[in-house]
């Protein structure tokens, strides 16, 4: 399922635990991080490396619609990763866990038995990445929401569905995280993916991440 632009919609600071491979099925989006802007366009796809922030502009209008397909790779279809060594080890490794497993109750304790360690040290290694705990699971269960929305095959789900997916209480959670997070109006968004009469993009998946050793 693509995600679908017929007003001009603005993804901003998006981050997953994974490289993201991102295809235009029709129209120009437009991506920025830290370093450079990059047009997409369709033929033309682009790579954004695993846990970096990313805007994404989707200029379309009703009669010239914007869809792009957000699909997980692996770190080896980045160039721009290679012989580099991971960054926010910790913190990615924390999102991940986020995505596999979104309705766990996440917290310094039961991330310190997934990683065996002091929960002190969990809080420690999060803050020395420039990270905490609850406001990155707050947004990694927005984003594996959104991910689920560019990843669902046949009918667009419900934000209650997408909601309880991610882990979240309720539509109206999704909604103001979908809003604080990335200034996504998550209504407009639907209408807009329900209201796309092209075929849907084949359904994602996401690549596992290796628990690195603590």
Known sequence: MPLVSRHHVRFARLRFPFAVHVQALYGTASLRDANARREVR????????????????????????????LTAVPDSECPRLAGKPPERTWSRQFAGLVFSRPDTDWNAERLAAQWQVP???????????????????????AAHALHALASAGGLVPGLDQLAAHAGLRSASALVR????????????????CRADGRPPAPTATWPGLVRAAA
């Open 177 to 192: 995280g979908w809003h604080d997070w990335f200034g996504i109006d998550a209504q407009r968004l639907l209408e807009d």
């Open 119 to 141: 929960a002190r040290l969990v809080r420690a290694r999060l803050f020395a990445e420039g990270e905490a705990l609850h406001p990155l699971l707050r947004e990694q269960r």
């Open 42 to 69: 369709p033929g033309d796809p682009f790579v954004v490396h695993a846990f970096a922030h990313f805007d994404c502009d989707l200029p379309g209008t009703w009669q010239q619609p914007c869809a792009v397909v």
